[in-house]
């Protein structure tokens, strides 16, 4: 998924026009290597935490999925450099501000931004969603059995899909590469250190729901995101979408 990630202007190994398409279809096989290393642990605990997993997952993907075709509603491409470069011209200069983060998407579409940060949460099985893990039901989840190698290899790719969030965070709501104010000294900054201070930023703010944040319970979880998050974002999406037609502001 990482090969369509643009770190900084014409810097991604793969710049296809369906970028977006792309990170959200191979993010989603995570949840068959989840299930089947539950399945062939042979335990009922790891299976019980794979099942979990698979259903959270498939849950906020749709959340997740409603608050991309926002995006794209805004920028009228799928590719993610177009994401990025739309941001330079965002609510700010159209309002008679200068170019700064107040043109990034953060602010124009706040509450899809705040959905997506907490799907992202429940997405990789982070506090408080990490009911994949809760100790005191599940011992360790579909690790359980796993140590050595294996269990490098599961805890690897948790930590890999956590900060492909990140960087899709930062690429649909915090300009990607762009610096914070166009003007010296920030333009004198290369764009990929930016990228890499707003996917930092992104993981610092992941890691730190787990110090003031209590877990959910899975009635909760499931709730949150089919009663909420979900009727939520699609009403954001025909909101956003009859705002573009009416006034035509894209």
């Not at 107040?102 to 997506?116: C, G, N, R, T």
């Not at 965070?169 to 900054?189: E, K, M, Q, R, S």
Request: glycine share 8%; aromatic share 16%; net charge negative.
């Amino acid at each position: 998924a990482w090969a369509v990630i643009p770190v900084n202007e014409g810097w991604a190994i793969a710049n296809v026009n369906v970028g977006i398409l792309y990170v959200f279809a191979i993010s989603s096989l995570e949840v068959y290597g989840v299930i089947m290393g539950g399945w062939a642990s042979n335990s009922k605990y790891p299976f019980l935490g794979a099942l979990r997993s698979a259903a959270q997952m498939v849950s906020y993907e749709v959340s997740i999925g409603f608050v991309i075709v926002t995006v794209l509603l805004c920028v009228g491409s799928l590719n993610l450099s177009d994401i990025v470069l739309s941001q330079q011209d965002g609510l700010g200069t159209r309002v008679g501000l200068p170019n700064t983060f107040l043109d990034w998407h953060w602010l124009s579409l706040f509450p899809m931004f705040v959905i997506f940060f907490i799907s992202a949460l429940a997405e990789t099985n982070r506090p408080p969603f990490d009911l994949v893990e809760a100790e005191s039901e599940l011992v360790a989840g579909h690790m359980v059995e796993y140590s050595s190698t294996p269990f490098l290899l599961f805890f690897l790719g948790e930590y890999v899909a956590i900060v492909l969030m990140c960087a899709l965070a930062t690429i649909l709501f915090l300009g990607g590469w762009l610096p914070p104010f166009d003007f010296a000294p920030f333009t004198w900054v290369p764009g990929l250190i930016w990228f890499v201070l707003k996917v930092c930023l992104v993981f610092f703010m992941i890691s730190m729901v787990k110090a003031f944040v209590p877990r959910y319970r899975y009635d909760q979880l499931m709730r949150l995101g089919w009663k909420v998050f979900l009727p939520i974002s699609l009403a954001m999406v025909v909101i956003v979408a009859a705002f573009l037609k009416i006034t035509g502001f894209a």
